[in-house]
């Protein structure tokens, strides 16, 4: 089962999942921030233009005609001011603001809001109450808002004119689609650079993660077969703590285990009398044999010694396991026999597992009186047998009326004796 540390980074999901959301909320940022920088600075251009529309208009009919204007600013009645002749020159020229533009109605207020001209006569000489009205005549700058008139959207654009001394208001509706196409143009032209520049940076940062990707995933393709090469020689513990200390400090522990001690009998004899090819078949297919079977019971191979095998059996039911393990392969070498037999010795006890060796060179293995007793019990095995000491097998919890009766063996290295039980298919 693969681990997630053995997983090549995933840069290009990444990529995909955090690098493109940034991208796209970023372009959404700078497009808005950009409709309302542009929207706002759109509509302060309309508003200057307006009002120096105004202005001119107004200067031009203050010098046509001045009597009539001085009129309308003192606040005679604006009815009886148009109902005179001499007026219309005014008037036209009030009305070129919104001829030269796209007004649909225009009014012009007092300082009291009073109505003293509006492009639609029933307005004259009324009063209005208007906030935004008040509010740009007393603050005497430009305002905009939005509107419907006969359900068409229109913006009111109230302008401040001073003329005479009095502050004046000019109230120009028009129609909300030409400066909304003016305002989408403008945004148009705004957005296609830095859009541009967003999307052929999120190629570029495809197409670089893409190739990133593809290396790292071909670099962690070769460090795990090199990985998977070396796990071939070194038990799966000794790869683990290698992988779990990248720094080389692997700590050493004493622990409990079930050991499992396998020898070939007369094992010197095939070696000079066999080609050294036919020797290395031999052994290759007898450990490959146990080994898949120690696996497959959950032993962990500790190393492989010429012709002889170690391994460790740690956690729940060790003693059972190894028993069971043992059982199998010396049932299987009896069904499938080789040009050799044999033994195995399975002892229960404590051993020291860490790394044993100079810093150039370490072997992480297991070492302890535990390790000397299972060889010992395998050299008191024959061909085909298994022996276990009887504590071990008694702690199994296996069947023991197939074993042989517990026998007393005195072993190198021991002063006391050791009790013992064989097995054979």
């Not at 967003?198 to 077969?225: C, E, F, N, P, Y």
Request: hydrophobic share 45%; proline share 5%.
């Amino acid at each position: 089962m693969t681990e997630t540390a053995d997983l090549p980074y995933p840069i290009q999901r990444l990529f995909r999942t955090r690098v493109v959301p940034v991208l796209i909320l970023s372009g959404l940022l700078l497009l808005g921030g950009g409709w309302i920088a542009v929207n706002s600075l759109e509509q302060h251009v309309y508003l200057e233009t307006t009002q120096r529309r105004v202005e001119t208009t107004i200067d031009l009919a203050e010098r046509a005609e001045p009597e009539i204007w001085n009129q309308l600013l003192s606040g005679a009645d604006p009815a009886k001011v148009f109902a005179d002749p001499a007026a219309a020159r005014a008037v036209a020229m009030l009305e070129a603001v919104s001829k030269d533009g796209h007004a649909l109605q225009l009014k012009i207020f007092n300082s009291r809001g009073v109505t003293i001209y509006s492009t639609d006569p029933v307005d004259w000489g009324v009063r209005e109450e208007n906030a935004l009205m008040r509010q740009v005549i007393e603050t005497r700058l430009p305002a905009l808002e939005t509107s419907l008139s006969h359900n068409q959207k229109v913006y009111e654009l109230f302008i401040p004119s001073e003329t005479n001394g009095q502050v004046l208001a000019f109230e120009v509706y028009e129609p909300a689609s030409v400066l909304d196409e003016i305002i989408a143009d403008s945004f148009i032209q705004f957005a296609i650079l830095p859009v541009s520049i967003l999307l052929m940076l999120g190629v570029w940062l495809a197409h670089i993660t893409r190739k990133a990707q593809a290396d790292i995933d071909i670099r962690v393709q070769a460090q795990q077969s090199l990985r998977r090469q070396l796990e071939r020689f070194v038990s799966q513990s000794a790869g683990m703590a290698a992988r779990q200390s990248p720094d080389g400090s692997v700590p050493v522990t004493r622990s409990g285990m079930t050991l499992f001690y396998s020898d070939v009998r007369d094992f010197t004899s095939l070696a000079e009398f066999h080609p050294p090819k036919a020797t290395v078949d031999y052994l290759n297919e007898l450990m490959t044999r146990q080994v898949e079977a120690v696996t497959r019971h959950g032993g962990d191979v500790d190393k492989m010694i010429g012709d002889a095998l170690l391994v460790r059996f740690e956690g729940a039911d060790r003693e059972a396991r190894a028993v069971l393990a043992a059982q199998e392969i010396l049932a299987d070498l009896a069904a499938r026999p080789m040009a050799r037999g044999i033994g195995i010795g399975v002892h229960d006890g404590e051993a020291i597992l860490g790394p044993i060796g100079p810093a150039e060179r370490q072997d992480f293995t297991v070492i302890g009186d535990s390790v000397n007793l299972a060889a010992r019990l395998c050299a008191l095995a024959g061909e085909g047998q298994l022996v276990v000491d009887e504590l071990a097998l008694r702690r199994s919890g296996l069947p023991r009326d197939t074993f042989s009766a517990p026998e007393e063996q005195q072993v190198k290295g021991r002063a006391g004796l050791v009790v013992v039980q064989r097995w054979q298919p």
